[in-house]
């Protein structure tokens, strides 16, 4: 158990510094917000499709794009978009789905990081 939660913790504080380091670089590459803003868009956009047609998705991009959407809602996370799509999806698998979307369900969704992440909408030193 010890060396699971260290490996969780590492994977979370990994995520957490590519996720600050890709925001940093959007706005260093692209000053222009308009131009920021469609990029943060379209990432989001992707993210959105694929989790609801609950295909594969990267739990480093899946971080980013709630970093984006987080920062428009005061850092509460319950209250994105993204989140909401999120637990639509889960809920549709476990009202009606099937093998493949129980598949999704337990190996792509549930090992997914943001599970961890802290909801009470505070920025705190170990988000």
């Excluded at 131009?35 to 992707?46: E, H, P």
């Excluded at 369900?105 to 997914?112: A, C, G």
Aim: aromatic share 8%; proline share 2%; charged share 25%.
């Amino acid at each position: 158990v010890g060396d699971a939660l260290r490996h969780t913790a590492d994977t979370m504080n990994r995520q957490k510094g590519t996720t600050e380091i890709l925001a940093q670089e959007l706005r260093s590459e692209y000053p222009d917000p308009q131009v920021q803003q469609l990029i943060k868009d379209a990432l989001t956009s992707i993210m959105h499709k694929v989790i609801e047609k609950k295909l594969s998705f990267s739990d480093d991009l899946l971080h980013l794009c709630l970093h984006f959407e987080c920062t428009e809602h005061a850092n509460n996370i319950l209250q994105t978009n993204l989140w909401q799509t999120i637990a639509a999806a889960c809920k549709a698998v476990i009202e009606k789905g099937n093998k493949k979307d129980w598949f999704w369900f337990k190996e792509i969704m549930l090992k997914s990081t943001i599970w961890y992440q802290n909801i009470s909408g505070e920025q705190t030193t170990d988000d």
